[in-house]
């Protein structure tokens, strides 16, 4: 088995980063060799997470100046994994991040082009999951990593103004390219929160995970599926894994 997974979300401040990076763990655990991808081109984190000083970017394979499996660093070692971890970062310094903004829609379909070459490169070497981690909105960016994947998991927050973009990121994206996508409720109050009357009812709702304050400092800087594995949103990850796992 092998799949790309886009994780994304309508808007900013859902949690998506921390999910990417938590599910990515999971997965590992679970045996699989991952692949973690920064897409996440106007706002990248990773180099605050993941303590390494990378010879390649993410950038340098868009722009077809290395191979994805230059770009990509094996961190297996550094948690308690049945299979391989690797991650690849996106330049944050703030001249990069100006020259991604900048590209023409001719640029991005050249981007494109090499993202699903890298996807194929990963495969091919024995990758089994790959997850990107989008940029929010509807950017360029995030529209060709929702492309170049198999399945999306949108991540949807407790508040009106979110649920109603999903919608129309749903049924103006995902559905007119036909990708299998997946709710994730995060920072829920009380229960499932996704209207049932909504056109996209039948979109599924894979975890529902409820607010809790010391996940967002957790999260910083720590994978808490490995520091914390009993914790509500470790076990939360599992249950999004397993979901997404059985959509194939």
Known sequence: MSFTLAVHSSKGGTGK???AINLAGVYASEGYNVCLLDFDFKAPSFTNFFKI???YWINDVLHDRCSIKDAVNDISNDF???GRLYVGLTDPDIESIREISSKDRDWQAKALRFLIRAKKELIDSGIDVVILDTSPGIDY???NAVAASDYVAVVVKQNYTCIKSTEQVIDGIYNILHKNCAIIENMCHDGYLYPKNSKNQNTPVV???PCMCDITAKTDNDLIVFSEPDHVFSK?????SQNITKMG
């Open 17 to 19: 980063t921390s999910i």
């Open 53 to 55: 000083k990378p010879r």
């Open 80 to 82: 308690d994994t049945s």
């Open 141 to 143: 960016e995030s529209i």
């Open 207 to 209: 975890e529902s995970i």
């Open 236 to 240: 939360a990850m599992y249950k999004i």
